[in-house]
Every structure is written in structure tokens, then in C-alpha cells.
């Protein structure tokens, strides 16, 4: 158990909807970081939070977004979602920015159908 | 940018038998390097990182990976393979910049023990 926990841990929704993933970081970890992992692509970097605020971006889409609370929860908001938006996506955090060692969930499965 | 080549999708070896998976990677500076390990269903756990200092370096149950700056490697080897060893593999790079420190992933390698 990484201490990183995420819900729900499965989703089934329809193309064109909204979801919204959830996760939380270790006791005192103050970075998050949300990844996707697809048969297609592999596991890609989608953007990483610390201490509330956006700290990098990698390869997220326009209709997805992302925020991190004072209680440094993290939510990952998928909307207009398509077939190709199935994936398991990962939350990982990490004590600090430069904390390159990086603690994952055990990840929310999206079936868009 | 960096990135990280983790060549075959599969490797598939006896129990007790030498443990190899490749990574190279790709950097304009030098990178930290990781391998984690993902069992059917649950999340990424590291095995282990090279960041900076001894090249060599152990992780968790037996395994063990060499930097080689000169091959742009860092391969994951283990003794001796078990059949827990079964799982999904992936190598990946970080960029100490300072600013961020996401994970770049290989495409993973499957790695199943034949009894």
C-alpha cells in the first residue's frame, strides 16, 4: 500500500459525459501528478499539481482538466469523453517538486462506452 | 526532451533462471532513472532509482540495475528468477530541472516465469 488513494476505483459512462477522478496523496506529500495509461500509449504524463498550484503540463487534453485543494486532494475532470479516453489513469505523489521518487495509486479504470 | 526504449513486449524466462530487461534512454542532461514494477490490477511500485552517486544500484526483492553512461543504458536484472517475478515493467526517466520531476515511461515489458 503506497498511502495514495483514488476513487472510484472503476467507472462506466457514456461518450459525451463528465467524470470526475479523485485522488489523495500521501500524509504530507504536497505534489500530485496524474497519468494514463492506454494500450495505445503507453503510460503519458498528464500534469502535475504541488502545494495548489499547476506545476507542469505534459500531454493532456483541452477537455480534461485538473485541480489540487488546500487539503491537497487532487481531482482529474474529464469532459466530452470519446471511446479513446478508456484508460487507467494514475495519481502519484510525492513529498515535494524535486521529490523524483513518486508513490502511485492504485488507479481509476474509465470505460466510455 | 527525454525518453526511454524498453525494447520486446515480452521476455519470458524459467524459474530460476537470469532475469534481463533492457531500457536505454534518451537525455540532453543527465537523468534520474527508475524502474517500477505493476502486478495485474493494482498500481506502479518502484524497484528501484538511480540518481546520483554509485552506479550499481539494488532494489526490492533481488533485483538490481547498472547506470552506463557510455551505452545510455539501465538495464534490470535478477539472479534469480521466481514466479511472483510475473508482472509488467517499465523503466523511466526524470530530468532534475528542479521545477517538476514528471516521469517519462517506456512502453513497459511483460515479464513472464515458466515453472
Known amino acids: 500500500d503506497s498511502g495514495v488513494t483514488q476513487t472510484p476505483k472503476h467507472l462506466i459512462t457514456a461518450t459525451g459525459q463528465r467524470v470526475t477522478l479523485r485522488c489523495s496523496p500521501r500524509?504530507?506529500?504536497?505534489?500530485v501528478y496524474w497519468y494514463q495509461q492506454s494500450l495505445d500509449q503507453g503510460l503519458q504524463f498528464l500534469i502535475q499539481y504541488y502545494n495548489g498550484e499547476e506545476r507542469a503540463k505534459g500531454n493532456i487534453l483541452e477537455r480534461f482538466s485538473a485541480q489540487q485543494f488546500p487539503d491537497l486532494h487532487s481531482e482529474l475532470n474529464l469532459s466530452s469523453l470519446e471511446l479513446g479516453d478508456s484508460a487507467l489513469y494514475f495519481c502519484?505523489?510525492?513529498?515535494?517538486?524535486?521529490?523524483?521518487?513518486?508513490?502511485f495509486g492504485p488507479g481509476t479504470r474509465l470505460t466510455v462506452t | 526532451a527525454q525518453s526511454v526504449t524498453q525494447l520486446g513486449s515480452h521476455v519470458s524466462v524459467s524459474e530460476g533462471a537470469l532475469v534481463l530487461l533492457r531500457c536505454n534512454y534518451s537525455s540532453s542532461v543527465p537523468p534520474y532513472l527508475f524502474w517500477y514494477v505493476q502486478y495485474p490490477n493494482q498500481g506502479l511500485q518502484l524497484l528501484l532509482k538511480?540518481?546520483?552517486?554509485?552506479?550499481l544500484v539494488k532494489g526490492i526483492n533481488g533485483f538490481e540495475a547498472e547506470f552506463k553512461k557510455s551505452e545510455t543504458s539501465f538495464h534490470l536484472t535478477k539472479p534469480s528468477a521466481h514466479m511472483s517475478d510475473a508482472a509488467e515493467y517499465f523503466c523511466?526517466?526524470?530530468?532534475?530541472?528542479?521545477?517538476?520531476?514528471?516521469?517519462?515511461f517506456g512502453k513497459g515489458i511483460t515479464l513472464s516465469v515458466r515453472p
Open positions: 500524509s504530507g506529500d504536497l505534489s
Open positions: 502519484a505523489s510525492s513529498p515535494t517538486t524535486a521529490s523524483y521518487e513518486q508513490y
Open positions: 523511466a526517466v526524470s530530468v532534475p530541472t528542479g521545477a517538476n520531476s514528471k516521469l517519462t
Open positions: 538511480y540518481t546520483t552517486g554509485a552506479t
